[in-house]
């Protein structure tokens, strides 16, 4: 037998119907903000991803999944959805005629990490951007949108985590004061931070190797040395978290992955997931889209991991079945043709109803009507539809009337629409 391939994952029912409701309840949100879908390919040229994301991460690093295909160009999944984003702003020229964009997407993205709880190799984001708009109360609305969504999906114990990296100006001074840190205590590193303090110092903050931490926890703080155009872009993005009834922490060590952030950077995290407590995070990206060969765009989003969110949801939401509403059983030929039939009509009215083609017994019909927990079962034999009448029973309180076949739809809908 073909197995699955290890860190990846079959999403099955009922598991699946809490996915759709996150999507349904994001969309409408996002949506109500102005935010509109936009849908991407999941292979993209390598370059892209190693010039946006920073050739000296370990996704670029260590985690893409890449190849060269037949015409000799190297290709990549995509590991996440931003560069994308931006490429397609870029080669569809949606500044143009009006810069101020506002998008989202849904779907897979891929990495060869070390699969584990609520983290595969093939994972789904949901991911937000805005492009466009350099004013910090579109960071605030990042922040406060995303942390309703999460509360409207039941997630408790949320809190955000927030932090300036700077800009071109006040970032490079910073850099060096860093770099000569990370010298003095270059013999306590790990060799990617090593590997790292030259090319992109900032990461070694990022390290989640508990001594390089501990090596790093008194290094100098770009909060600190941001330049005073910065330092009131985060002053307002603040008040305006202050004005409203969200929980948050300047946290200055949170770096977060990638190479592209400017000023402003965060993290959602909620109590309910232990230590994995983030479950999504991003920034301010403003000199992304120039990067890549656009005009210089200012830029921000957010990326959910899905596949964690559904974890922290199912804990208080468990996935909900959707039985059926009636189960046709019928008793011969001509009475499975009428079964398929009424089945396809309570369709046209959105009303889920199951039937069954194996011409078996009342009794075992009965039963399946039972495991698969429908509210009626319509009982019809060759005979009954000669006289023109079924027999309709409760599967709750085991009532049971005959009903006439010529109002039965009628009767069905009725009877979904009062429950």
Known sequence: MIQLIRGFKDILQPEGRLWQRIETEARRLFESHGYHEIRLPILEKTELFARSIGETTDIVEKEMYTFTDRGGESLTLRPEATASVVR??????????????????????????????????????????????ASPYVDAQMILMLASLLERLGVTGISAHVNSLGCPDCRPPYRENLKAFIEEKASELCDDCLRRRDKNPLRVLDCKNESCRKAMAQAPELLDKLCKPCAEHFATVRKELDKRDIS??????????????????????????????????????????KTLGGPDIPAIGFAIGFDRLVEVIAQTLPPEECPPHVFFIPLGE????????????????????????????????MKRADRLAASLVVIMGDNELSTGSVTLKSMATGEQETVSMEGLIQTLVQGFRKA
């Open 248 to 289: 948050y922490k300047v946290d200055k060590r949170l770096v977060r992955g990638l190479d592209y952030y400017t000023r402003t950077a965060f993290e959602l995290q909620t109590d309910m997931l232990g230590a994995q407590s983030s479950v999504a995070g991003g920034g301010r990206y403003d000199g992304l889209v």
């Open 334 to 365: 001509k009475a499975m043709e009428k079964a398929f039939d009424l089945c396809m009509q309570l369709a046209e009215q959105g009303i889920h109803s199951e039937t069954d083609y194996s011409g078996r017994s009342l009794k075992a019909l």
């Open 88 to 133: 397609a702003y870029i080669q569809h020229k949606l500044s143009g005629t009006e810069p101020i964009r506002k998008l989202y997407t849904i779907g897979p993205m891929f990495r060869r990490e070390r699969p584990q709880k609520g983290r595969y190799r093939q994972f789904y984001q949901i991911d937000v951007e805005a492009f466009g708009i």
